[in-house]
């Protein structure tokens, strides 16, 4: 399996004027961890949920007090970014600016080795400079648990059967991509992530079972309403 096969598209993005504060409502109502930052198509970094953990609103930001004079002079660099990450109000003052990214055609053991390696929780997917996905440590977690101990590359019946199911799903108003992922393994399709209503997760059903190849839907999906019950 490659990048394409699991990532989650379109993407949420923001822009790097876009405020901390609209950036943690958008993470919250679409309950992701993170954002790109695109400036005129071109990805120039991310927010993620770890960016706005020390913040001056919430109390949690650095703080700059105690210590000797002279500790405190050999930390003024790191004060000073302390500074700026807890009080900016805009996505270019708290973004990662350098980005670890991969191609559509990814194998997933590279993706898995990338966010090891560099100790990170999803890596944007671009094609010829432009962000086409995104692949989360839980995509990949989502793939294993659809293969089993079967898993097995480069199936592309499977790939094709995704690729027109996706197609039709987009298609609808009630298919909301950016909380719904869906893979494909031996002709069975698993959905994941989150659903607003029994009815969606029938026509989700429904959609798959119209496609030429799949065998069985299995919808891991959970309701929206249970999460909200359990915060």
């Known amino acids: 399996m490659k990048a394409s096969d699991i990532m989650t598209s379109p993407v949420i993005t923001v822009n790097p004027q876009t405020r901390v504060r609209h950036i943690a409502a958008l993470l919250l ?16 970094g991310i927010v993620s949920e770890a960016d706005l953990l020390h913040r001056h609103e919430i109390g949690t930001e650095a703080s700059a007090s105690g210590g000797s004079w002279w500790l405190r002079l050999l ?3 790191d004060s000073v970014s302390d500074y700026v990450r807890s009080h900016a109000t805009r996505a270019r003052d708290i973004m990662t600016a350098k980005v670890v990214c991969v191609e559509p055609a ?7 080795m990338l966010l090891g390696k560099h ?8 094609e010829r400079g432009h962000l086409v996905g995104i692949v989360s440590r839980s995509n990949l977690v989502q793939a294993l648990a659809a293969q089993g101990r ?5 199936n592309s019946s499977d790939g094709e059967i995704r690729e027109r199911l996706s197609k039709e799903l987009a298609r609808h108003a009630w298919w909301r991509s950016t909380t719904s992922n ?3 393994t031996d ?5 994941f992530g989150t659903v607003d209503s029994e009815a969606e997760r029938r026509a989700a059903r429904v959609a798959a079972e119209n496609v030429p190849g799949v065998r069985r839907v299995t919808d891991h999906r959970v309701p929206i309403a249970a999460l909200a019950w359990s915060v």
Request: hydrophobic share 50%.
């Open 150 to 154: 079967a898993m097995n590359a480069g």
């Open 182 to 184: 869906v893979l494909v």
């Open 119 to 126: 100790g990170v929780r999803r890596v944007p997917v671009l």
């Open 75 to 77: 930390s003024a660099d």
């Open 29 to 44: 109502r679409h309950k992701i961890s993170a954002v790109p930052v695109l400036e005129r198509g071109k990805l120039v």
């Open 187 to 191: 002709g069975v399709v698993h959905y």
């Open 106 to 112: 990814t194998p997933l053991a590279e993706v898995a």
